[in-house]
T-cell receptor, first 111, second 115 residues
Framework: KQEVTQIPAALSVPEGENLVLNCSFTDSAIYNLQWFRQDPGKGLTSLLLIQSSQREQTSGRLNASLDKSSGRSTLYIAASQPGDSATYLC??????????FGTGTRLTVIP | EAGVAQSPRYKIIEKRQSVAFWCNPISGHATLYWYQQILGQGPKLLIQFQNNGVVDDSQLPKDRFSAERLKGVDSTLKIQPAKLEDSAVYLCASGTSGGYQETQYFGPGTRLLVL
């Protein structure tokens, strides 16, 4: 069974800093990996999806990378803003139907 | 475009009581998912529907949980009887195809507290 781990569980940074969130998964036979954002009391919003054949995806200040062989993905956030404060979840799709989620990293960006 | 709607947003019940959650997916989305998210954990898939058929319910505790998607649109998830460990946020998501490249769109969730 796929196990997904996210480190750190929580992170606080001052506004303007660049930061990296980490995600690791045990089964490298994945179709893709997604990064989601979850705000308190709200559902999940998909940020980036990296196919297994890709190494990275970019959207604005966000860049996600994927290294299947080592079972790792990172989410890089450039020039962080207070509005980036949220919980970030990664999820691997190891089968056609099922997303396996990590436990998330709670990010706080301090003004 | 309207998003995934869920109700109620919050529910408090006592153990052994029954509870039901409702989800209205994005119009035209064929797939519908129910996830359980326990505090401090990531969401865990409970059941996936493709139109009104069940694709995957391998992680649904069938002795107490049931779900249906009549007419392939709205869905309800029921817990009967509830246990303390069922306290969680129940998330509904929908997607267009169910394939491995699908993006899932999530509703705001229903927060359940079992006392």
């Amino acid at each position: 069974k796929q196990e997904v781990t996210q480190i750190p569980a929580a992170l606080s940074v001052p506004e303007g800093e660049n930061l990296v969130l980490n995600c690791s998964f045990t089964d490298s036979a994945i179709y893709n990996l997604q990064w989601f954002r979850q705000d308190p009391g709200k559902g999940l919003t998909s940020l980036l999806l990296i196919q297994s054949s890709q190494r990275e995806q970019t959207s604005g200040r966000l860049n996600a990378s994927l290294d299947k062989s080592s079972g790792r993905s990172t989410l890089y956030i450039a020039a962080s803003q207070p509005g980036d404060s949220a919980t970030y979840l990664c999820a691997s799709r190891a089968g056609a139907n099922n997303l396996f989620f990590g436990t998330g990293t709670r990010l706080t960006v301090i003004p | 475009e309207a998003g995934v709607a869920q109700s109620p947003r919050y529910k408090i019940i006592e153990k052994r009581q029954s509870v039901a959650f409702w989800c209205n997916p994005i119009s035209g989305h064929a797939t519908l998912y129910w996830y359980q998210q326990i505090l401090g954990q990531g969401p865990k898939l409970l059941i996936q529907f493709q139109n009104n058929g069940v694709v995957d319910d391998s992680q649904l505790p069938k002795d107490r949980f049931s779900a249906e998607r009549l007419k392939g649109v709205d869905s309800t998830l029921k817990i009967q009887p509830a246990k303390l460990e069922d306290s969680a946020v129940y998330l509904c998501a929908s997607g267009t195809s169910g394939g491995y490249q699908e993006t899932q769109y999530f509703g705001p969730g229903t927060r359940l507290l079992v006392l």
